[in-house]
């Protein structure tokens, strides 16, 4: 309708407000799109004194970092000019009906050919915070992934004060051998794989490796400020203790959920996770400078693993710097280390983890399904397969290799797409609808193991309704040895209801059970030799994977696949594929 010219001028002034109010209250609720061009290239790195090839994306280790708001559309096309088939997921995006887009090889999509492209296109819908990207084909996120930061919508502030600044952190881990034939070796001689030979802060190893002193990560912070470091953990296979030297660390977040804020010295985080942590910096110029260091938690024995420290430096500037990029790092000050707990220190993870709760307030609520309509037990951890023929394995025992399963059944990628063969109606031959809802012989899941270790092989889905709310208990075994197991669930974030350790009691532990305020994420530690429950509304249509993100114990099979059946509604089934989806 025309506004007419006899209105006042008041009344014009007070017309176009409103108008240009409306306009925004639009673009809060839908946000915008924002589109990235992804190459994927090999480039050449030098770590550790030495260079090698790596897949990247631009160019660029680690990758180049995702900026959007909540509600914003993300249209970003991936092109292939690697030697390597690859895929990308976007770790702890919901993808409400956009299964094709969740990126995991063989389960949503084929992977994107050599010379190939694939847009993957999405919304971020009712989420903000720290996700990030990585590959999901083999072992190539090694050094494929990059921070995804989702910023509240427009005008909308933190729970907490605003950060001077906001800095990602992401961890990682650097092999002077290709990790594809680490991984290849491993499978061949069913082996566990050589680990890394260093960790990274922001792709650089530090001053604690042989000649990496140059390749260290420098955070210069100003006096009196506070900085929200954005931590990732990307590496492999190894979780991490980390801490910055005399400074403590507030957590208001963790997988892109706020939490109730506290405040520690060293926190944990697994490959997978995310923490948001608040670094207030101290109010004078302190004349010191300060590691900001991670080391392994590990349980395993006898693995081996990665047990080396990885350090950056939080650096002060001088009162007088003209600006933040004066040079002020001064070797002559002195240099304090941060104290890490052990690293087999399971109780410190389990404090840890247990103070962790949601905000659970009426902008942020915790929609934990208070019943349940599905309750499954999953047994998570090691076992093994007889060696194929007559050769000799290199695996626990000179007859066997090693695996990994999920209520005995070690997950099979198949050759062709999960959730295409779901859609289409094509699943005979490349999946069957018979996951077990629970362990087919139960035993003393973390007492003896039993004396036949072997573990069955399969390309099973576990079929849920649309709707209904799911309860799942993942219990760590004995197995080959107690370890703790990051579990990550694509398509959903879930809410930790209840952990503990030993073998879960179904009389109870339930009533123990957190309906309250219980902490949101879409990564999960099953404690080392424990169990931890979780509840989920299946509101997402679609085939979704569920695996360890230690990658070790992911090639062994430790994944399987959910599918969530479509509703009867219109916006609660599966959209159709895209047109240019990759082909097997």
């Not at 249509?541 to 114990?553: D, N, R, S, T």
Request: some cysteine.
């Amino acid at each position: 309708m025309a506004i007419s010219s006899a209105l006042p001028c008041s009344s014009l002034l007070m017309a176009a407000a409103q108008l240009k109010l409306l306009a925004s209250v639009v673009v809060q609720v839908q946000g915008i799109t924002r589109h990235y061009d992804f190459n994927v290239t090999m480039a050449n790195v030098t770590r550790l004194c030495a260079t090698k090839s790596i897949v990247t994306v631009n160019g660029q280790f680690p990758g180049p970092k995702i900026v959007a708001r909540e509600g914003d559309r993300l249209i970003i096309r991936v092109t292939n000019q690697a030697q390597h088939n690859i895929s990308l997921h976007w770790h702890g995006i919901r993808q409400l009906r956009t299964g094709w887009a969740d990126g995991p090889a063989y389960i949503t999509q084929c992977p994107i050919q050599t010379g190939q492209s694939y847009v993957y296109n999405y919304t971020v819908a009712g989420q903000r915070g720290t996700l990030w990207w990585h590959a999901h084909i083999s072992w190539l996120r090694a050094t494929v992934y990059g921070p995804l930061v989702v910023l509240p919508r427009p005008g909308v502030p933190y729970p907490f004060p605003a950060p001077y600044k906001e800095v990602p952190v992401i961890f990682g881990e650097w092999w002077l051998a290709d990790t594809e034939v680490v991984v290849e070796q491993a499978l061949q001689l069913g082996a566990g794989p050589n680990v890394s030979d260093a960790h990274t802060i922001n792709g650089l190893p530090g001053p604690l490796y042989n000649c990496s002193a140059k390749d260290t990560y420098k955070l210069k912070v100003k006096p009196g400020k506070t900085y929200m470091l954005r931590l990732i953990n990307a590496a492999l296979n190894d979780e991490l203790f980390f801490s910055v030297a005399n400074h403590s660390l507030t957590v208001v977040e963790v997988d892109a959920v706020y939490v109730k804020p506290f405040t520690v010295d060293t926190l944990p985080i697994a490959p997978g996770q995310t923490t948001n942590v608040l670094l207030a910096a101290k109010p004078f110029y302190p004349g010191a400078n300060y590691y900001m260091s991670a080391k392994p938690y590990s349980t395993a024995r006898p693995a081996t693993f990665d047990n080396t420290t990885v350090a950056g430096i939080l650096e002060y500037e001088y009162p007088d710097a003209p600006s933040s990029s004066a040079a002020s790092f001064d070797k002559a000050l002195p240099l304090h280390r941060p104290t890490l707990p052990q690293l087999n220190d399971t109780s410190f993870v389990g404090n840890f983890t247990a103070k962790l709760r949601s905000l659970a307030t009426p902008q942020y609520p915790a929609a934990v399904p208070r019943t349940v309509d599905r309750a499954f037990f999953f047994t998570v951890g090691l076992g093994t397969h007889p060696c194929p023929g007559n050769a000799t394995c290199l695996g626990p025992t000179n007859t066997t290799q090693f695996a990994a399963a999920v209520n005995n059944v070690s997950f099979v990628l198949p050759t062709r797409a999960l959730l295409h063969s779901h859609f289409a109606g094509l699943s005979s031959g490349v999946y069957s609808s018979d996951f077990p809802v629970a362990p087919l012989t139960p035993f003393n899941y973390t007492g003896t193991p039993p004396n036949n270790t072997n573990v069955a092989s399969g390309t099973k889905l576990m079929v849920v309704p649309y709707g209904a709310n799911v309860e799942l208990v993942l219990q760590g075994t004995s197995i080959l040895g107690v370890e703790s197991h990051p579990l990550h669930l694509h398509g959903f974030n879930f809410f930790v209801v209840g952990q503990g350790y030993g073998n879960y009691d179904p009389v109870n532990d339930p009533p123990k059970f957190n309906l309250v305020d219980p902490v949101e994420r879409n990564t999960v530690g099953v404690p080392a030799g424990g169990w931890v429950a979780i509840r989920f509304l299946a509101d997402n249509p679609g085939v979704w994977f569920m695996h360890c993100h230690l990658e070790v114990h992911t090639t062994w099979g430790l994944r399987m696949a959910w599918l969530v059946l479509d509703g009867s509604l219109p916006h609660q089934k599966l959209l159709p594929p895209p047109s240019d989806l990759p082909k097997c």
